[in-house]
């Protein structure tokens, strides 16, 4: 079966640690998506991806990185200078990189930093 | 800046009656819409989409028709049932004309009861 997978689904850090979340897709989608999800709001773009090893900054880029070295694969590192790191997180793929095409997503995870 | 503005939840609907979700945009270009839902802890499925002007998307019951004019794409289902309570997010790509984003409403949550 195609899609996009995320894991773990649920992910516990102290404060001051890095962790990075997973993001698999075997859609052979070029472009892929972060985004972060608060209580009550919308998605908010963290980083996409375009094309292997490019990616740029979304909406709220600071505290996180990211890296694209394979077409399948776009790992999120959430570092110890974002503020307030505890939220869900979203991965998603779309064929290609314009904002026309439908995104797909993953099951997302759960991160609670404390 | 280009946006997506849909009607703040909750809503709650007896099973049987009619939906609506209203949603309408700001664009400086010529955006393809979308609905997406999302159920408890999971991440988004894409429900419906039209590319342009007068397309109706539909899916599972629900229609969503892309009006220039009124620059909406209002969401409708004749008779929701207590399996249709999730959260519906109202999306526009390529609001900014070429664009390579999403940008999403804030989501409005459905509680469907008996």
């Known amino acids: 079966d195609g899609g996009i997978t995320q894991s773990p689904k649920y992910l516990f850090r102290k404060e001051g640690q890095n962790v990075t979340l997973s993001c698999e897709q075997n859609?052979?989608?070029?472009?892929m998506y972060w985004y972060r999800q608060d209580p009550g709001q919308g998605l908010r773009l963290i980083y996409y991806s375009q094309i292997v090893n490019d990616f740029q900054k979304g909406d709220i880029a600071e505290g996180y990185s990211v890296s694209r070295e394979k077409k399948e694969s776009f790992p999120l590192t959430v570092t110890s200078a974002q503020k307030n790191p505890t939220a869900f997180y979203l991965c998603?793929?779309?064929?290609?990189?314009?904002?026309?095409?439908?995104?797909?997503f993953g099951p997302g995870t759960r991160l609670t930093v404390t | 800046g280009n946006s997506v503005t849909q009607m703040e939840g909750p809503v709650t609907l007896s099973e049987e009656a009619f939906l609506t979700i209203n949603c309408t945009y700001t664009?400086?270009?010529?955006?393809?819409l979308f609905w997406y839902v999302q159920y408890p802890g999971e991440g988004l499925q894409l429900l419906l989409k039209?590319?342009?002007?007068?397309d109706k998307g539909s899916n599972k019951g629900f229609e969503a028709t892309y009006r220039k004019e009124t620059t909406s794409f209002h969401l409708e289902k004749g008779s929701v049932q207590v399996s249709d309570s999730a959260v519906y997010f109202c999306a526009g790509g390529g609001l900014t004309g070429g664009g390579n984003k999403l940008t999403f409403g804030t989501g409005t949550q459905l509680k469907v009861e008996l």
């Open positions: 859609l052979n989608h070029d472009a």
């Open positions: 664009a400086t270009g010529y955006p393809s």
């Open positions: 998603a793929s779309s064929i290609g990189g314009q904002g026309l095409d439908e995104q797909y």
């Open positions: 039209a590319t342009k002007a007068d």
